[in-house]
């Protein structure tokens, strides 16, 4: 049981990414109000370092390769996500900057905090251990509740990031037991492969059943599934806009990462699946009930920041089918989760950015109504909006379209997910409905008041890359779906 | 790329190139437009000539590998079903551009609508020659999103209502067809091992009864609420009224065409043994629609109203001539697809004129428009004529088919088993029959209301209210060569298709034969009730 430092090579997008905070987090110590926009552009050359990196690696993970004593892996899944990651942190430093210093709080630790944060999602998706999961989330949780609560002089960030804590504190301590109680029944089992090893004995007990579901419990929590989606709205709302969107996409994907892995690998086994305790009907009632839930909330929302938030807890929904179908043996289903996570980070990032970019500090214009008359005053980032709003609904030529799209193919190779699926398509129409009203406000109604944008070329920047990009994946995404994994395979079961 | 790329994608570039000129250049936008439609026309009359009519199958296709890992292509093709229906697209929306009322009264944004016009013909193009599951789903949306901006931004007062409406309808149904879509697909690899969206691949699955019913149950929501079959038509009306006369024309002279469509195309061929379980139903509903359609026209006092609840009864003929599954009824309800789509393209466009000189649709308001506006009121005779089915115009034609086709459909319906709900299908054409007086009685009085009488309302004598003048003699005058050459010449259309039409008989029918044999098969949507009626089952013996 030695350290083998060479291994950390194997982990240097994501120590890149803690470098360039901690660079950040010194530099700022020096910085001045005009050096500090500077700040930030040192954490977008981190993002795209860390991008090359992952690039790089791309090649030699075909196969699995742990290291650490199985404490963390590498493969195609964890890598692609992380590029994902990195995307994510990139878009936000892109965002961040003229929205600080908009809104008069500008400082370099917000922005070591973003990218910290997605160091911590990317270990959350190389755990192969309870330990580096647990480490993985609390890094990323943290950052996440930080910077929630960043705007010190608005009561909503603040009030947003002590709900978040709280209801992050009781997720993990609901974690934690949990793998107390795995810990327990297994007979000192930690890592993924030994907890799948012993289950075949440990699954007698019922304490075995109790600590699944309390980790199932605490990844919820992540994802903000309902039940456990209380805290989203309100953080959503009160986060500032930026750090919204990089949680939306963001710490999604990555406990989605950590879910799919987890289920996959450590009680992947059929008997822990199937039977009438198995997780697998009980995360699909989740699933539908997540759907549902949150696209009837979203139905009565005015403030653009909620809905947007009850539509993300409505995409975990959508997700979880996929978590379900892989867990039900189909193996498209992990690639379609993957791709939809693409697809959902670009255009929840997108979105979120346009809601950044719209307010200024007197005038946030944060209600469905103040975006009266954007399509004929600014037609170029209504039009960016209308494709994250397609995108979101799942209507063609979009990467949201095209995820769903897979993401029910997947599922439907399971018979038992049939019902799933029509629940599926049935609230699409209703999400559809809501994410049209603001299409509505933009296009239909005539401005009450004149637009006052943040328009600096960042902001733009991000919104043309994430525009393009969910267009791309709508209309060329062969390649995404390549890099995701194997699509063509037949149901196992 | 081929023709018939070329025609799907070109409005698309056009629709880029509007974009790039700046806001103001109002009338280059519709230069361009225009030019752009008119462009697509053309390549699409190539269709015609390179078009073997003696071939029942898909031709000029083109197969281009996109989405590869799971098994898509960009598969397009034209037979004889679809070939006018595409040249009825490309036909009609440069017609529409060219039209001064096209984006109604609230005049403004002309860029965007343009652009919208054109994405909606390269879907609608698309949807048309769509070979691939997946592709014609695409497209099948991509047509959605603009007429949602187009009822939307440039429609009437009631518009956001409308707009939404119009979505929420048409997305029930299209997404409950993509997870039939996805069943195929599943049912597909589970058969053969190989994965596919390919039209012709899936529709040689032959599915059990049950989910056979539920994926035809899935396809015919989705097709019944565009065609709109009564009682899922509520949508119609809404989307009519409020539609700026664009975007009315448009819907109504193609977006409606693509359910009777896809009843020919997917629904029918794909499901045979579910489409004849449940085809005593939509025979049913159609002629309920035929005639509920007719009545609600009879008492708008709104023309725009009228003229939509005209096309629920019109729309009603074709999917009767469909479910007649003879030679004539197919036969007939794809002339008649055509000839509403150019007369009821007309009306709209006349009620549209009528709107912009008098701002009001109400009958009430006209009277003896004839003497200010000759051309006009002529023009409209003609158009008006057309739609009542006059022969020597293109309705008659259409409902004369549809009608014989129903007359002599005893065999075949009872070959599907049929005979036991509907006993006699010369009463069900009877009834529907029926209609086409009740077409000429509101139709006709429409006409009476607006242009005869004495012209005794101010407003009407008013210098606003002129006749017609530049573009707008161009559009009635293409619109009336249309309605006529399609009246006195039919024979060009339907030598076209009658190959097309007859394979996809002969093959409905052969598929239903082989499933029927299958003893496990009922052949009714409720076994029981069949049961009783029919004493003994019928043979599904008979020479084809």
């Given at each position: 049981m030695s350290f083998d430092p060479s291994q950390l090579f194997a982990y240097a997008p994501m120590l890149l990414l803690v470098v360039m905070g901690c660079v950040i987090l010194l530099a700022e110590t020096f910085a001045t109000a005009r050096s500090r926009a500077g700040l930030a552009w040192l954490g977008v050359a981190g993002c795209v370092g860390s991008i090359a990196l992952l690039v790089s690696q791309w090649g030699d993970a075909a196969t699995p390769v742990t290291h650490f004593q199985g404490m963390l892996v590498v493969d195609r899944m964890s890598l692609y996500l992380d590029a994902a990651f990195a995307t994510a942190a990139l878009l936000t430093l892109l965002f961040a900057p003229p929205y600080l210093r908009e809104q008069g709080f500008e400082f370099g630790e917000f922005y070591a905090l973003v990218l910290f944060g997605a160091a911590g999602m990317m270990m959350v998706v190389h755990a192969a251990n309870f330990v580096s999961l647990l480490i993985g989330i609390e890094t990323m949780s943290l950052a996440a509740y930080v910077l929630t609560g960043s705007w010190r002089r608005s009561l909503k960030s603040a009030e947003g990031a002590i709900k978040y804590f709280l209801m992050g504190a009781f997720a993990t301590g609901f974690l934690v037991y949990g793998m107390a109680m795995i810990y327990g029944t297994t007979g000192g089992e930690l890592s993924y492969a030994g907890i799948a090893g012993k289950v075949g004995s440990a699954a007698k007990t019922p304490l075995f059943y109790l600590g699944e579901y309390f980790i199932l419990i605490a990844l919820a929590f992540k994802v903000a599934a309902v039940p456990f989606h209380m805290w989203a709205p309100d953080t959503y709302e009160g986060a500032p806009t930026p750090v919204t969107g990089f949680m939306a996409a963001g710490v999604k994907a990555a406990a989605f990462g950590g879910i799919v892995r987890l289920m996959g690998e450590a009680f992947g086994n059929p008997i822990l699946v199937y039977d009438s305790t198995g997780w697998a009907s009980i995360l699909s009632v989740l699933a539908a009930l997540t759907m549902t839930l949150g696209n009837l909330a979203a139905l009565r929302q005015e403030n653009i920041k909620r809905l947007l938030a009850y539509s993300s807890v409505a995409h975990a929904g959508y997700l979880l089918i996929g978590v379900v179908a892989a867990g039900l043996g189909v193996q498209s289903a992990k690639p379609a989760v993957l791709f939809y996570l693409v697809g959902y980070t670009f255009t929840t990032l997108g979105a979120f950015g346009v809601v950044a970019w719209i307010g200024s500090r007197k005038d946030e214009r944060l209600l469905v109504d103040d975006w009266a008359g954007l399509g004929a005053a600014r037609p170029a980032v209504a039009l960016a909006m209308t494709l994250f709003l397609l995108s979101l609904g799942g209507v063609p030529p979009t990467g949201g379209f095209f995820g769903k799209f897979y993401l029910f193919k997947a599922a439907m190779e399971s018979p038992q997910l049939t019902w799933l699926v029509v629940v599926g398509v049935l609230n699409s129409v209703v999400s559809v409905y809501y994410y049209l009203r603001i299409a509505v406000a933009m296009y239909f109604k005539d401005a009450t008041r004149p637009l006052s944008p943040i328009d600096s070329p960042s902001m733009r920047a991000g919104l043309l890359i994430t525009a393009v990009a969910v267009v791309v994946l709508g209309l060329f995404p062969s390649t995404f779906v390549d890099w995701a994994g194997p699509a063509s395979a037949i149901a196992a079961r | 790329m081929g023709v018939l790329g070329w025609i799907t994608l070109l409005p698309l570039f056009g629709a880029g190139l509007v974009m790039l000129v700046p806001r103001e250049e109002e009338s280059i936008h519709r230069g361009l437009g225009l030019a752009t439609s008119i462009a697509t026309f053309l390549v699409s009359l190539l269709l015609l000539v390179n078009f073997d009519s003696a071939q029942p199958g898909f031709q000029m296709e083109i197969n281009k590998t996109w989405i590869e890992p799971l098994g898509i292509h960009f598969h397009l093709g034209v037979d004889g079903i679809s070939l006018w229906l595409v040249l009825l697209t490309t036909f009609l929306v440069p017609v529409t551009l060219l039209s001064p009322q096209a984006i109604g009264i609230r005049n403004i944004r002309v860029r965007e609508f343009t652009v919208a016009m054109l994405v909606l013909e390269t879907g609608m193009i698309g949807a048309f020659l769509a070979l691939d599951m997946f592709v014609f789903y695409v497209f099948w949306e991509l047509m959605l999103i603009p007429m949602y901006f187009i009822i939307g931004i440039w429609g009437g007062d009631r518009r956001l209502y409308a707009a939404i409406k119009f979505v929420i309808y048409t997305l029930v149904g299209s997404l409950l067809m993509l997870v039939a879509i996805l069943y195929l697909y599943v049912q597909f690899k589970a058969a053969t091992g190989s994965f596919s969206f390919d039209y012709a691949e899936l529709s040689h699955l032959t599915l059990p009864y049950v989910p056979q019913l539920l994926c035809f149950g899935a396809f015919a929501l989705a097709f019944a609420i565009k065609v709109p079959i009564f009682p899922l038509h509520t949508w119609l009306p809404d989307a009519h009224v409020e539609a700026p006369t664009g975007g009315s024309v448009i819907l109504a002279g193609v977006l409606l065409k693509f359910g009777t469509y896809g009843f020919l195309r997917f629904a029918l061929p794909m499901f045979p043994l579910a489409a004849a379980a449940c085809a005593p139903l939509i025979v049913l509903l159609s002629v309920v629609g035929i005639i509920y359609g007719a009545l609600m026209a009879y008492v708008q006092d709104d023309a725009k109203k009228l003229v939509a609840y005209s096309s629920v009864s019109h729309l009603g003929f074709v999917v009767l001539g469909i479910m007649s599954m003879t030679a004539p009824g197919v036969q007939g309800a794809l002339y008649q697809m055509l000839a509403h789509g150019i007369s009821t393209g007309g009306l709209f466009l006349g009620v549209g004129l009528l709107y912009d000189r008098r701002h009001t649709r109400r009958?009430?308001?006209?009277?003896?428009l004839w003497a200010k506006t000759p051309i006009f009121a002529a023009c409209f005779l003609v158009i008006v004529l057309a739609s009542v089915g006059l022969p020597g115009l293109c309705g008659f034609i259409g409902e004369f088919m549809v009608l014989i086709g129903t007359f002599t459909a005893d065999k075949v319906w009872r070959e599907v088993g049929m005979h036991n709900f509907f006993p006699a299908p010369k009463l069900v054409g009877g009834i529907a029959a029926s209609a086409v007086i009740l077409a000429a009685m509101y139709l006709l009085t429409m006409y009476q209301k607006t242009f005869f009488g004495p012209l005794d309302k101010p407003e009407n004598r008013d210098p606003h209210v002129r006749d017609l003048h530049g573009r707008e003699k161009w559009v009635f005058g293409i619109v009336i060569a249309a309605a006529l050459f399609m009246g006195l010449f039919p024979q060009t259309f339907l030598s076209r298709s009658d190959k097309s039409v007859e394979a996809f008989l002969t093959g409905y029918r052969d598929r239903l034969h082989d499933a029927q044999k299958d003893p496990e098969a009922p052949t009714h949507v409720f076994p029981a009730l069949a049961a009783k009626t029919a004493p003994a089952p019928t043979p599904a013996g008979g020479t084809p």
């Open positions: - | 009958l009430a308001d006209f009277g003896g």
